[in-house]
């Protein structure tokens, strides 16, 4: 299955919250999980990835958490800010075919002040 | 910085009309992409090019072809549009096994 669930679809958090999406793949030939962050009216960016040799990654205010055994990936946001506002896709790779990249449905994120 | 642009940011065409969606980036890269993105569906790759001259079908193909004349210049063409390929397109280049970067994306609308 080549596919990636993403859930939820959209959520709203207050500022200060902690925003988390969660993912889900079944491929186990996966090896790498981007996640990508899109604000309206601009193409997705690489905000942060991580490979399955490792269950935590963090940069900033962003953290992944990776399970390995339960095929789930998920994002957390710190201290959410209203600039935090956007579209977060989740994604998985195959170093076999490194470039073909999986994206999930997308989140769509509101953070109110 | 990279730069990708796409030609368009929003474009109306009428069904049954030859769509070209062109993209250009600046970095040298040997990978460039076209994705369409819809609300609920995420991105999905329509072509990928590794090469001038070299293309593969991605997920979703059909009614789309593509052209890699130049290293820098990725086209996406809509042979005959069809209101079912009204869609956000993004076109993205990269080196190979590093991230893509994307273009902003045009909004096509087919009526």
């Known amino acids: 299955q080549q596919q990636v669930k993403q859930s939820p679809q959209s959520l709203i958090v207050q500022k200060g919250g902690i925003p988390i999406i969660n993912c889900a793949y079944e491929?186990?030939?996966?090896?790498?999980f981007p996640w990508y962050q899109q604000f309206p009216g601009k193409g997705p960016a690489l905000l942060i990835a991580i490979r399955p040799d490792v269950s935590e990654k963090k940069e900033g205010r962003f953290t992944i958490s990776f399970n390995k055994s339960a095929k789930q990936f998920s994002l957390h946001i710190m201290d959410s800010q209203p600039g935090d506002s956007a579209t977060y896709f989740c994604a998985a790779s195959m170093m076999a075919s490194y470039d073909k990249v999986i994206f999930g449905p997308g989140t769509s994120l509101s953070v109110i002040p | 910085d990279v730069k990708v642009t796409q030609s368009s940011r929003y474009l109306v065409k009428r069904t049954g009309e030859k769509v070209f969606l062109e993209c250009v980036q600046d970095m040298d890269h040997e990978n460039m992409f076209w994705y369409r993105q819809d609300p609920g569906l995420g991105l999905r790759l329509i072509y990928f090019s590794y090469d001038v001259k070299m293309k593969e079908k991605g997920d979703i193909p059909e009614g789309y072809s593509v052209s890699r004349e130049k290293k820098e210049r990725f086209s996406l063409i809509l042979e005959s549009a069809s209101t079912n390929q009204t869609s956000m397109y993004l076109c993205a280049s990269s080196l190979p096994g590093y991230e893509q970067y994307f273009g902003p994306g045009t909004r096509l609308t087919v009526t």
């Open positions: 491929n186990t030939a996966f090896d790498y």
